[in-house]
């Protein structure tokens, strides 16, 4: 009970100084719970989505996959309209209602702007059924009832602008179609941002599908009475004798497509708890210098508990319990915060496209308890090794001046085991490097990431020692006395420095680290594109390429020639017999010249001849296939083909790597016409001299099909370091968290040290530094550390992805790029940091005005002085402890003020006040039970004339 209370007491009484740390646990925690309510919220909103949406029964093609996606050929998978029937005959079945669904249309309005979402939401198209009245209901007009009306949500009505009597066209596989809006239906549950339209069922059926008499689902609903499970059996029973069906109950069915969002959502989870994890790692940091600082600064106090007879145990639970409260409060509003995070976030991304309601905010039990429980764990486990050193304080602790930790020095054992840890970290990174496959070195690369960073964080007070000296002469010196007192100061613990430093490192070594990455596969994708790609304009889209914007593109002026690119579903069989699916590549000849590939045998050219192909060099060697080998080709949907090897391509590449050509005309005689996949990609080449005028008109002739872009070489480029820039941001955005809490350990490092240098710096003051000198010396020392960080995050960051970029090699992307305008831009970037981060604590240092320690034993702890022009007008420091016989004591002392004098050079003035003996002794002030003058800040004015004391605002003065 004595410990918590003094701990309690404690850590009530140093609350300012915990605050930072307190912030810290708290954004640590807020980043955890708002990511797992964000996801939670998501998930969810899909839930209730699916839920809403889902028949008592579904009836699906076997074939049919959960994520919507549709086979090679473009069109859904199906059945026939006659199983409606079969269906209804089930035992138990109320209803059937058959469904047309499509996700691989395009809507665009009159002025050719797609209605789609921007976020990556699909656009669905289908027929409007009784079913959908679960989900949704008709606000506006009515659903549609022939082949020129169509019914769109209100979502996407509200985004785009549309009203009643709005055209739409669709763009589907099967060709285009307009539509006038005669209706629209409004979610009753939250819509996350697809964009929904609805024709009547033969017009879905023609247009999306390409035949009538089909559906792609059936909705079953169960007569009263009838459970899920026994009308899906029942169903299957029906069904049996008429082919093979994906039969799902509405559970069944909603966990299916939950498994597909939760793939997802689960990425985005795992990502973000991953920076929120960096954010405590760097918080750890901070919570450790803070209890290191409040430890040595109570050192005479810890030393009177051991010295009364406190137990080395109780000193270590007192520190311990103050963590645990510091984690329990920091992690408490960590959690509210959290919450509000996911509401900022869910509004953002409202804001992108993505609609998320508060309605929906879903904040599980488990939230809370995981946030409280990291927080309060996290911070007892930093605040561990100071307790530690706490308990070893003795008892003659007591007689010693506090502030002075007594591990200001790095240890030799701590350096060795650092150097070691550094060692292996360097030693994997050169075994990454050196590494023969990519998956091999991926593993040693993480084994070097974490290696190299622990010992570098464990070797930093080794490494401040140099680091800091360097950095001072190139920046400190020029400085004069200031500089070497900010150098000094900062080496003078380099422990501390370490782990401050250490924090900022971090974040800065990931940020330098996935800079070197992105730039060099900016520049390898460029170069390679440069090396290898032939074709002047390059046609892809998030749909792939239907016929009509095909034939548009085959139709545009001033083309030598277009290149249709088709990915097929395939299985080869090698002839060791191993069976291969990873598919085969058709393109027109002209590929060849559009894609420039290398051959380590035969002519690339030859592998577009009839019943031709190619193979690369990795499966080549895998299967010990030569030019001249025959290979089993299964079209998937046709029939199966001997394809002859005429060529060998090098795989040493980062374009089509492993790819397999074959052309378009040996496929078209193994697949049937209604089998040929769109194209996924189509190349076109200028005649020479047109190149302006040609992708002119091409990207005129593209524009009624706006899902497609038209890019020239120096598009293509700029758009794929546009998207490795774009991520990159996402990542720095994600990691400013972990800067945040660096920056907000230097702040509390400083703050701390200016309460521990209390004496010190009222001593310079007295001796004639000036306020601005002081600041200036605060703020020098602040950036010496955030440079140290820097230099070692940067330094270590540009190793590890150096190493990542070799391993991107294996893959084809060669070229090693340096960002050095980022790395520089963030090396001045720390020096700015590490300013703002010293503003108010230089501020608080020059506000400290201190009687320098001549009679400590007479002195109090802190004098507020704000100028020695208006000293002696306002204050006089005497505290001349109370004699035991109650008569005033002679000895004590006033302070006498003379001008500023400036030195010659500007360096440093004369003392602006001194201390004289009184020709006659003062009353003491009226003291508190403490022993200390009553009020705060001592305000006893002394009367010249008088020789008497009065305290300000308290008692007139006395006649001696």
């Known amino acids: 009970m004595t410990v918590m209370k003094t701990s309690r007491r404690n850590f009530f009484a140093h609350k300012g100084r915990m605050a930072l740390s307190a912030i810290a646990v708290l954004l640590s925690v807020a980043f955890v719970c708002g990511t797992l309510v964000f996801t939670d919220t998501m998930n969810t909103t899909f839930d209730k989505l699916f839920a809403a949406t ?32 079969q269906v209804a005959k089930a035992q138990g079945v109320k209803s059937v209602e058959g469904a047309v669904s499509s996700m691989n249309v ?42 020129t009306e169509v019914m769109v949500d209100a979502d996407t009505a509200d985004k785009h602008h549309l009203k009643m009597g709005d055209s739409l066209r669709t763009i589907s596989q099967t060709g285009d179609f307009t539509a006038r809006i005669v209706g629209i239906a409004t979610f009753k549950v939250t819509n996350p941002g697809a964009a929904v339209v609805y024709f009547d069922t033969a017009t879905a059926q023609r247009e999306l599908l390409g035949a009538t008499g089909r559906f792609t689902q059936l909705g079953v609903t169960a007569a009263s009475g009838v459970t899920d499970s026994q009308l899906k059996q029942n169903v299957g029973q029906t069904l049996a004798s008429s082919g093979t069906y994906k039969i799902q109950t509405a559970k069944e069915n909603a966990d299916e497509n939950r498994k597909g969002v939760g793939q997802f959502m689960n990425v985005i989870k795992y990502a973000m708890l991953g920076f929120a994890g960096i954010a405590f790692l760097v918080g750890i940091f901070l919570i450790i210098n803070t209890f290191s600082m409040l430890v040595a600064q109570r050192t005479r106090e810890i030393g009177l508990m051991r010295a009364i007879g406190s137990s080395r145990g109780q000193v270590n639970r007192s520190v311990l319990v103050e963590a645990t409260l510091l984690g329990i409060v920091g992690s408490i509003l960590g959690v509210g915060a959290g919450v509000g995070i996911a509401v900022g976030l869910m509004k953002l991304m409202s804001a992108a496209g993505m609609d998320l309601s508060t309605r929906d905010l879903t904040v599980k039990w488990t939230t809370p308890v995981l946030g409280l429980l990291l927080g309060v764990i996290v911070t007892i486990l930093a605040a561990y090794l100071p307790a530690r050193r706490a308990g070893k304080v003795s008892p003659m602790a007591a007689l010693r001046d506090a502030g002075t930790p007594a591990d200001g020095k790095a240890g030799w054992v701590r350096g060795l085991l650092g150097l070691i840890l550094t060692g292996i970290g360097i030693a994997a990174l050169i075994g990454a490097a050196t590494a023969k496959k990519a998956t091999d070195g991926s593993l040693v690369l993480g084994m070097g990431v974490v290696f190299s960073l622990i010992g570098f964080v464990i070797i930093g007070p080794l490494l401040a020692n140099g680091v800091v000296r360097v950095i001072s002469v190139v920046l400190l010196r020029a400085f004069g006395p200031v500089g070497r007192l900010a150098e000094r100061n900062a080496l003078r613990n380099p422990r501390r420095t370490g782990a401050t430093g250490a924090a ?21 994708a460029t170069s390679e594109l440069d090396k290898s790609v032939g074709a002047d304009f390059i046609v892809q889209g998030n749909q792939r390429i239907v016929p009509q914007a095909e034939k548009a593109m085959e139709q545009s002026p001033d083309l030598v020639h277009v290149t249709r690119y088709k990915d097929l579903d395939v299985t080869l069989t090698s002839p060791d017999g191993q ?15 559009d894609l420039r590939r290398v051959t ?5 050219s030859a592998a577009y001849g009839t019943n031709s192909m190619s193979v690369g060099s990795d499966y080549a060697k895998k299967h010990g296939v030569h030019v001249g080998d025959t290979i089993s080709v299964a079209f998937k949907g046709g029939s ?93 955005g994600l990691l400013a968290l972990a800067i945040i809490v660096a920056v907000l350990g230097v702040v509390n490092t400083l703050a701390l040290s200016v309460v521990e240098r209390t004496r010190e710096i009222g001593l310079m003051r007295a001796i004639g530094m000036s306020r601005r000198q002081l600041r200036r010396m605060i703020r020098m020392e602040s950036v010496v550390i955030a440079l140290f960080g820097a230099l070692l995050g940067l330094g270590l960051g540009m190793g590890w992805g150096a190493t990542a970029q070799q391993l991107l090699a294996l893959e084809g992307l060669k070229v090693l790029e340096i960002p050095w305008g980022t790395i520089i831009a963030v ?69 006498r003020t003379r001008p500023r004098v400036h030195r010659a050079g500007g360096r440093g003035l004369t003392p602006p006040a001194q201390l004289q003996p009184r020709s006659r002794p003062l009353r003491p002030p009226r003291r508190s039970r403490s022993g200390w003058p009553a009020s705060s800040v001592p305000a006893v004015r002394a009367s010249r004339s008088g020789g008497c004391a009065r305290a300000s605002g308290r008692a007139p003065c006395r006649p001696r």
């Open 54 to 85: 889902a028949s008592d029964v579904t009836v699906l093609p076997k074939a049919a996959k959960s994520d919507g996606s549709t086979p090679q050929n473009g069109l859904p998978e199906s059945l026939p309209a006659s199983t409606v029937a």
């Open 106 to 147: 395009t809507v665009v309005n009159s002025a050719n702007k797609n209605m789609g979402s921007s976020t990556g939401a699909p656009t669905i198209a289908g027929n409007w059924t009784k079913n959908d009245l679960r989900s949704m209901e008709i606000t506006s007009g009515h659903a549609p009832r022939g082949p």
């Open 504 to 524: 900022l490192m971090i974040g800065l070594a990931l940020v330098a680290c996935l800079s070197v990455v992105g730039s060099s596969m900016v520049a390898s």
């Open 579 to 593: 069976k291969d699916t990873d598919g085969l590549t058709a393109a027109d000849p002209s590929y060849a010249q």
């Open 600 to 604: 380590t045998a035969g002519e690339l």
């Open 640 to 732: 199966t083909a001997k394809l002859k090897v005429a060529a060998i391509t090098d795989d040493d590449v980062a374009i089509d790597k492993g790819a397999r050509y074959t052309s378009i005309a040996t496929m078209q005689k193994y697949l049937p016409a209604n089998k040929v996949p769109p194209n996924e990609i189509m190349f076109a080449k200028a005649k020479d001299g047109q190149e302006k005028q040609a992708y002119a008109a091409l990207k005129k002739a593209m524009e009624p099909y706006p899902q497609y872009q038209v890019r020239d070489q120096t598009d293509y480029k700029q758009e794929l370091k546009d998207q490795i820039g774009q991520l990159l941001n996402m990542v720095y």
């Open 827 to 895: 090396f001045i970037g720390s020096a700015f940091v590490g300013l703002f981060a010293a503003l108010i604590p230089a501020f608080r240092a020059a506000a400290l005005y201190l009687l320098p320690p001549v009679r400590p034993e007479l002195l109090g702890p802190e004098v507020l002085f704000p100028g020695p022009s208006r000293l002696k007008r306002r204050y006089t420091a005497m505290f001349a402890r109370p004699p035991a016989t109650g008569r005033t004591r002679s000895g004590a002392y006033r302070i």
